[in-house]
């Protein structure tokens, strides 16, 4: 199966809005307890989230996975760092890459792929204001012909 395939639980659409992604990485994630039960339920959210190279592994920071309800005293901390699982060469591509000025690791999607948590990181640079004007004017476009489009066709 490709990468970025499976059951999508959640998205951060708003990286897209602030980024141009230059390349996508699929990794695994390191999970404790009851955190797989409150993921399968889709309490996830990536909105605020990126990653971090430390001392050669990769860490994914403030994406909230909420408490499981039946998880008593084995629950887990909403916010904690996970670690997510890359092979050596990935992680010393990505290191290279991301001491250049304005790249940043960002998660795109986190979805399960036979039976396993994955999450797709995107290396991003950052967009400018004129940037994000220019996507919102063509997207804008893009729904004016459909809608157009759509209008001819029904007659």
């Known amino acids: 199966m490709p990468k970025g395939f499976g059951k999508t639980i959640a998205q951060n659409k708003k990286a897209y809005h602030d980024f ?3 390349e996508t990485y699929e990794a695994g994630i390191v999970l404790q307890g009851t955190e797989i039960k409150s993921i399968r ?7 605020e989230s990126y990653a971090r190279i430390d001392k050669g592994e990769v860490f994914v920071i ?18 904690r760092e996970r670690k997510l699982l890359l ?5 010393s591509k990505l290191i290279g890459e991301t001491k250049e000025i ?4 960002v998660p795109l999607k986190l979805y399960l792929k036979n039976g396993y948590a994955k999450i797709l ?3 991003a640079k950052g967009k400018k204001k ?11 476009a893009k729904r004016e012909v459909e809608r ?7 007659m």
């Open 20 to 22: 141009t992604i230059e």
């Open 41 to 47: 339920q889709g309490k996830v959210n990536l909105k």
């Open 62 to 79: 403030g994406m909230h996975v909420s408490p499981y309800e039946q998880g008593n005293r084995y629950n887990h901390d909403p916010l």
């Open 87 to 91: 092979h050596n060469k990935e992680i």
């Open 102 to 105: 304005g790249y940043s690791l």
């Open 121 to 123: 990181l995107g290396l």
């Open 130 to 140: 004129y940037d994000k004007r220019e996507d919102l004017k063509k997207k804008e």
């Open 148 to 154: 157009a489009f759509r209008e001819r066709q029904k």
